[in-house]
């Protein structure tokens, strides 16, 4: 018999979704339960056809667990949950309408296409699994809005999990070392480059005008390479076996992206002292606006990006306050500790404790 059953999406997906999985995994072990992933593989063109019928084989595992949740950056994984008709609760990322949106106008016809025919069933799907949870959850005040507005709950229905940040990973290096640094500074962006929603094409774009005024700067893009040649003074790292060593020794994050949930690499920055620069992309923006730890963005201009990040390498002293600041908060609100507690009284409430 399975203890307690995680309907959630396939772990190919990575980045953010995988972090929260793993984060949900590792908490509710720690409080003495036995997770089991469930989840269906993706498909790219017929992929609501195949979550659908996926649901059908996965519902009867979660069937015979103690207990389920549904953890997923979007809710249509976890149709297994509503169809096994057993009660679960959901720990969602955000709403397909938000993620489309920074999506769709930069897709291939090819799939713009598969999009369209896949949208109305996902949307079915999405809208049955958020009103069927018996308890509801986001992963910050922007996911929130967007799964409100998805589910057509009352945002108060809905709580917040933090995602939690190793701390003892992500740390700062001594401070006199991160400020001698400033004299070649590095500007590090983590992530899918070659995924439209994450923008790359805007940081690209802005680079030449960083270039020009601060002839030293560096841009290190960490992760999946950007299509096509880059500007003087950036180069593709790809994939690196430590993130965390990236950050460390980084000037500053950039994440330029058209729409987040969360953000789980500004997090990861931030609890690594180094001050993030956000588009207004949801998670992220709130999560820099509340900690203090960077710059948010007043639109997508390149020339709105370059000056924050020429602004903010040439102020060492706001830099070094962003720094602690971002530090600090990610230490109080985003410790593994913490999503500890809420899930044990999320369990508790559930009588799955």
Known sequence: MIDLA?????????????????????AATDLGRTPTLLYPRFVPVVDSLAQLGASRRLSRA??????????AAAAPYGDAAVRSGRPYAAWIGTSL???????????????????????????????????????????????????SAAADLEPGAIGILPIPVDTELFQPEPTDRWLARLERPTVV??????????????????????RDRLPNARL?????????????????????????????????????????????VVAEAL?????????????????????????????????????????ALGDPNHLAEQRAAGRSYIEIHHSPERLRGELATAFAELGDA
């Open 62 to 71: 979660v069937l015979t667990a103690r207990s389920s949740w549904v953890v």
């Open 271 to 311: 609890a690594s002292g180094v001050p993030a620069v956000v588009a207004p992309c949801g998670g992220p923006e709130e999560l820099v606006r509340e900690s203090g730890g960077g710059t948010v963005l007043a639109d997508f201009e390149p020339e709105t990006l370059a000056d924050a990040l020429v602004a």
């Open 97 to 147: 309408d938000d993620e489309w949106a920074s999506r769709r106008l930069n897709l291939p016809s090819s799939r713009r296409l598969a999009l369209a025919l896949n949208a109305p069933l996902l949307r079915r799907l999405e809208r049955r699994v958020l009103r069927g949870a018996r308890r509801l959850y986001a992963t910050s005040p922007s996911s929130r809005a967007a799964i």
């Open 6 to 26: 995680v309907v959630t999406q396939d772990q190919r997906f990575g980045g953010g979704a995988l972090a929260q999985t793993q984060a949900f995994v590792r």
């Open 189 to 210: 962006f983590v992530g899918r480059a070659d995924d439209p929603r994450k923008n790359s094409r805007l940081l690209l774009e802005s680079w030449r005008s960083v």
């Open 220 to 264: 290190r893009l960490v992760g999946r390479p950007p299509r096509g040649p880059l500007p003087e003074g950036a180069e593709a790292a790809g994939e690196v076996a430590s993130v965390a060593v990236e950050l460390r020794t980084s000037s500053l994050l950039v994440l330029p992206s058209l729409q987040e949930g969360f953000g789980i």
